[in-house]
């Protein structure tokens, strides 16, 4: 029975291993628990050229997937006149 707890235990260190295998470690990253992004902060981020960061913190902020806060992104830029 030892052998059956060994596997299942490998197997759960396998799967936590291969969930989190693309993701990538960034102080700018945008995590859950952080202070939430504020209008202003994608304003200003796209104000300094900054879209994709803008873009990350916009789908922070809404919950949307990553065409929805492109194309928002990109309307807000041109309000901006950027």
Known sequence: MSWY???AAAA???LGFL???GERASSKEVRPGSTPPSPAT???LVRGGQK???IKHYRAMHGV???TAKDAVDA???ELGM
Do not use: H, M, Q
């Open 76 to 78: 807000r830029a041109r």
């Open 52 to 54: 994709i960061e803008a």
């Open 19 to 21: 969930s989190r295998r």
């Open 42 to 44: 994608i304003d200003e």
């Open 12 to 14: 759960a260190v396998g």
């Open 65 to 67: 997937d990553l065409k």
């Open 5 to 7: 707890w060994l596997a």
